[in-house]
């Protein structure tokens, strides 16, 4: 069930009410938000629910009876994960098998499907993957690190623990939320007329970016995803332009919406993006994209290996697994993996370099405006194999930009340009939030206007594309 779906606005809208007639006192309000969720969750699958149940389940008897263990991190690691491979990535495991040892029947799906179907009696077997199981399993073993470092210092009630993992504006695709800044928020419940002025605009802000933005920039860059072998070296290159806007547009409106859902239901969630294309380098551009998961991987993978206190080639192979392990996160297939690789020596080496005072570009006036382009350039290069199908026809693309080989040419490309234009206004509006806030009094006047011209374009649009590009990770 989309945010952007007529069943979600009559889902909300009914359960906003009743939330906030609901006792103030006790836990009336983390049972319905639990129950609310619990019906939100059984519009992808009722099964998947099930199995969702029982991982939290299990996920917290291991709390309870394990939680003074030695063992009580590696015990929700094994368990987590084991879940997340078995339903993310047994293809791409059985995949890589086969092609190692050339067994032809592990490298198909509908072979290996067909092969386990007749092994085990169940006719049409397919593992299919649970919506947000790759968000949840996040939250699950930073639970757990979060308990053992101290973060979490009173006892947990399975209610408390459940509302965490199953609240359902962060269910599609986050902010990954940390428990302790969560929960507490619990304790100041209530209505703050600003509050929801605020929420408010995040959801217009977040249908704008998506269905005006974003959605308007599928038509230009989705034909060239088919076939990029098509393309031009300067159609492909404007496509890794655009398919950047098109990712930050569509990632950052969903999280819009996450984030006004929760404040109309009295929560502040994280911020996930910081104007990320104002980046100053490498490692600025992570400390501004994807925030939540950023420092996910910062303080359950990076520290955990070792983080910097290992010395600089340790400090750097620990940048490149953890990124790689991130790549990987997002997909199970080797572009993905590739992808974090790179990213991950992009950080290593910017790194390496700053610790030991090394220069390679000689110090000169616009030295940072240069750099930013080599920093853009050297990451958007990277999104390629976001959206080609195979390792191969990635190096293929990137090849024809680099030698500019002739093809077929970009098709409303100015609609592109345009929407970079608006991309930067909102760029400011982050970076600066200071200088271009807005007044309240005069934001607050605004917003019936505003609705009611996102709520004409929203009946123009009819059957526009209401599926988010993040939530297939």
Known sequence: MSF???????????????????????????VSLILSSSIFYSFFSIPFLLHFYFVLLINYLFYKYLKDKD????????????????????????????????IQALTEKPQL??????????????????????????QLISFAFDYKSGKINKLVPIYDFFVYCLFFPIMIAGPILRFDSFLHQFDDLDIDPQKMFDGIYLLISGIFKKMVLSDGLTSIIYP????????????????????GLHLYLDFSGLTDLARGLAMLLGFNLPLNFKAPFFMTGF?????????????????????????SKKGELRTSLNFVATFTLGGLWHGANLNFALWGLINGSYVALERFLEVKNIRIIPEFKFKPFFY???????????????????????????????????????????????????????????????????NNKLKNSLLPLVSIIIYLFLISKGGSNIDFYYTKF
Not at 74 to 101: A, H, M, R, W
């Open 4 to 30: 952007l779906s007529l069943k979600f606005s009559v889902f909300f809208l009914t359960f906003f009410y009743a939330y906030w007639l609901l006792p103030a006192k006790g836990e009336y309000r983390k």
């Open 71 to 102: 063992f009580y991190i590696t015990s929700v690691i094994l368990l987590n994960l084991s879940n997340l491979i078995l339903f993310k990535y047994f293809y791409f495991i059985s995949e890589l098998i086969g092609l190692s040892f050339r």
């Open 113 to 138: 499907d067909l092969l386990i179907s007749k092994a085990l009696g169940l006719p049409g077997f397919e593992i299919a993957l649970p919506a947000t199981i790759s968000y949840y399993t996040f």
């Open 224 to 243: 060239v995803f088919g076939d990029p072998s098509q393309y031009s070296g300067g159609a492909l290159l404007l496509t890794t332009y655009f398919f």
């Open 283 to 307: 490692g600025d551009f992570w400390r501004r994209w994807h925030l939540t998961f950023s420092y996910w991987i910062r303080d359950y993978i990076y520290i955990p290996l070792g983080g």
């Open 372 to 438: 930013f382009l080599f920093v853009l350039h050297m990451d958007i290069i990277t999104w390629i194999l976001f959206f080609t199908k195979d390792i191969s026809t990635a190096f293929t693309a990137i090849g024809k930009i680099l030698l500019m080989r002739s093809g077929n040419s970009l098709t409303y490309a100015e609609t592109g340009f345009y929407t970079g234009i608006i991309v930067i206004v909102f760029h400011l509006l982050e970076e600066f939030p200071d200088k271009f806030s807005i």
